[in-house]
């Protein structure tokens, strides 16, 4: 036997921070310390029985997504069970781990949870899964030692520049990430709770490397991770998206596609004025805009903690328009606290927003694990409200996910009940004191 492997589990949903995670590897040369293998979670089990004959070490690597568990939960305790037996490390990151370690630990049965950003510490997170270094050195861990919870702290990437924003070597792309963290905690979104209200943007120079570096692989349509598009400051110059663009722009004669202020890259809508909208017309390719409205209600929008108003999203529409630019605007519908009011306040605004020559894209609210909102529960939706909704679907002025989204959620609220999502550290020791009698 040689060496040293590390299996990281991939799937659709997942690969963009595999990605981000493979990019933090090759800039630490890890890839030239262990073998790497992408495996689907169906797989992952016969994979590492056959590495085993070839590796002395092996680690097992995860990132989740909370949604991930409506699918995969069984297999993923499964998993862990088996890897246990055999002497495998298993460590998971990302969303869930870092909103949930309790979980993620206890009910999933991974030996550690990381919290927060990986690219800093990756080598260390990788010496541990080979058993080569005392968990308690690492910061950003999770773990459970003699029925006590430990914590390490969170990980946290300061420079975005330090990292290639996917993976060069490996030709494996995604959209680039130019802005981590957000300024605006929103109460349902994990954004600003997992990756802090601390914003830090890429470079100009950085993002307009490998943008071009992405043209000479013959990939034309450049794309950008970012909450809040318009945000953007380069943190060396403060140079703002103006400068980015225009010099996006200047990529564009190469044969370049730039989308920007379209998903993933939304834009905030108490941003966008005429001269925004004009100036976003002349220098992107996408003709349409995601803006967050989320509700039309500015008495739900306060308690969510939203920032703008939902005459700020009209003023947007208008300023969009006038630019020859159109919009499509996303609800949340069911949002805790949301009252009768505020429900015809929202379909009201949607049919404003229509009416101005806007499109809808409807969500359903999924209390996700690190928010505010991580344990609360739905509001009703009632009956008129789900045939306004349809009659807009049906009409072609809207669309959206929100009743898969809405089953989904029925099904994440078992898993919390039954312990699978945990949450706290009262919920965690209550399963663990079972644990211990039924021992």
Request: glycine letters at 8%; one cysteine or more.
């Amino acid at each position: 036997m040689r060496g040293k492997a590390v299996v990281v589990g991939y799937w659709r949903d997942v690969k963009y921070s595999v990605h981000v995670l493979l990019g933090a590897a090759e800039k630490h040369e890890l890839l030239k310390e262990a073998d790497f293998y992408l495996v689907p979670l169906d797989n992952l089990l016969n994979t590492v029985n056959e590495l085993k004959v070839k590796y002395s070490r092996i680690a097992y690597i995860q990132t989740l997504l909370t949604t991930d568990l409506l699918t995969k939960h069984r297999k993923i305790a499964e998993i862990n069970k088996r890897l246990r037996d055999l002497g495998v490390v298993s460590i998971a990151g990302g969303p869930h781990a870092t909103g949930d370690p309790f979980g993620t630990v206890i009910s999933l049965g991974f030996k550690y949870a990381f919290l927060g950003e990986a690219e800093d510490v990756l080598p260390h997170i990788i010496e541990l899964g080979f058993n080569e270094r005392d968990p308690s050195s690492v910061t950003g861990v999770f773990y459970l030692d003699s029925g006590k919870f430990v914590f390490r702290g969170r990980g946290f990437t300061s420079d975005l520049d330090k990292y290639p924003p996917f993976s060069p070597r490996l030709g494996l792309f995604n959209p680039i990430e130019i802005t981590r963290g957000c300024l605006h905690s929103c109460s349902f979104c994990q954004v600003g709770y997992i990756h802090t209200v601390r914003t830090r943007h890429r470079s100009v120079e950085n993002i307009t490397f490998w943008c071009r570096y992405l043209l000479n692989r013959k990939i034309k349509d450049l794309r950008f991770i970012t909450p809040d598009a318009l945000s953007y400051r380069d943190p060396g110059t403060s140079q703002s998206f103006v400068e980015l663009l225009t010099e996006l722009n200047n990529l564009r004669r190469l044969g370049g596609r730039v989308y920007f202020g379209t998903f993933p890259s939304e834009i905030r809508p108490e941003r966008i004025d005429r001269e925004v909208a004009r100036f976003l017309k002349t220098h992107v390719d996408n003709e349409r805009v995601n803006i967050g409205a989320q509700s039309g209600s500015d008495e739900l929008l306060k308690k969510i903690k939203r920032g703008h108003s939902s005459e700020d999203v009209l003023n947007a529409l208008e300023a969009l328009r006038g630019a020859g630019l159109t919009a499509e605007v996303d609800y949340i519908i069911g949002l805790p606290d949301e009252t009768l009011e505020d429900k015809q306040l929202t379909i009201e605004h949607m049919r404003k927003v229509i009416s101005m020559g806007g499109k809808i894209r409807i969500h359903y609210f999924i209390p996700l694990p690190g928010t505010p909102y991580a344990l609360r529960n739905p509001s009703e939706v009632p009956q008129w409200l789900r045939i306004e909704l349809m009659k807009l679907i049906g009409s072609g002025k809207a669309r959206g996910n929100w009743l898969s989204q809405e089953r989904a959620v029925r099904e994440l609220l078992r898993l919390r009940g039954e312990g699978v999502i945990l949450l706290t550290s009262d919920r965690a020791r209550s399963v663990l004191s079972g644990s211990s009698r039924n021992a």
